[in-house]
């Protein structure tokens, strides 16, 4: 049997395709993805994949059972509206666009009085764009568990998903998860410059450091004990691994992360304020 799911991208941006490519011939045909991006010198690798594509909302999204909104928060009203006059009553809406509540999108969705509540909101971060993502997502009470689990299946595409109950929460989400690729990348970089800084090539500090860095993790994601554990393990007294944690301590590096998710955290709240007026 023919699978009948049909999907529309709105926004064609690097996580629509990250997702779209994931998606297509697997959970859907690519033919049954349309993508609608202002970019129409995009269109063509999109077209090459079996997908439509189409610079601006069309009468395509009536057909889609889900859309995927994957724009800019600043332009997302304006999307809205134009994509609009062609939602159906059982099209699932999924939203990746950062900083914009659940509940602010429903009321653009609907009308008057009656908001869009088959909604789902979503926060990626970057490894998607490599299938290593984590995505936080928050369902409005109008989803159903059929909805839930083809929202997870959808996002599941280009990583892991975790559930959390409303905005507030993904607001948590978006400071460690979404947020959380960039302190790793400066921890990076600043490992990498540490090991120049010792004596050794630019291109020995950069192997190294990513290796041990995904050693460490997926070491950490496989063992039983925790992260604590494992550092104790790492750590003999009187060692190197403590001469170095030592100075970790000093400058106070635990309530230094803590202050950053927490400064992210009431950024996206800030965020959500300003582009829901």
């Known amino acids: 049997m023919e699978n009948p799911l049909s999907i529309a991208f709105i926004g064609g941006g690097n996580m629509a395709s990250a997702l779209a490519f994931g998606l297509a011939d697997k959970v859907c045909p690519a033919r049954n993805i349309h993508v609608v991006d202002v970019n129409v010198q995009a269109h063509a690798a999109w077209l090459a994949r079996g997908m439509s594509a189409a610079a601006a909302p069309d009468a395509a999204l009536s057909r889609c059972r889900v859309w995927i909104f994957a724009v800019k928060p600043q332009v997302m009203r304006e999307v809205v509206q134009a994509a609009r006059p062609w939602l159906e009553p059982d099209t699932l809406v999924i939203s990746v666009a950062a900083g914009l509540r659940a509940d602010t999108l429903a009321g653009w969705l609907g009308q008057a009085d009656l908001p869009w509540r088959r909604l789902v909101r979503c926060m990626p971060n970057t490894p998607a764009l490599v299938g290593q993502g984590m995505t936080g997502m928050t369902a409005l009470d109008g989803v159903s568990a059929q909805d839930r689990q083809l929202a997870e299946t959808l996002l599941s595409a280009v990583g892991e998903v975790v559930w959390v109950d409303g905005d507030a929460a993904l607001d948590a989400v978006t400071a460690l998860s979404g947020s959380g690729p960039a302190y790793v990348f400066l921890f ?3 490992l990498i410059a540490a090991g120049q800084a010792v004596g050794l090539t630019a291109e020995q500090t950069r192997q190294l450091a990513l290796g041990t860095f995904a050693g460490a993790t997926r070491l950490a994601r496989e063992a039983s004990d925790p992260p604590s554990v494992l550092r104790e393990r790492v750590t003999s007294k009187g060692g190197t691994t403590a001469a170095a944690l030592q100075v970790f301590e000093s400058a106070d590096m635990r309530g230094m992360v803590e202050r950053a ?17």
Not at 261 to 277: D, T, Y
Request: hydrophobic share 40%; aromatic share 4%; net charge neutral.
């Open 261 to 277: 998710v927490q400064a992210a955290a009431r950024r996206s709240r800030e965020l959500a304020e300003e582009f829901g007026k």
């Open 188 to 190: 990076l970089e600043s």
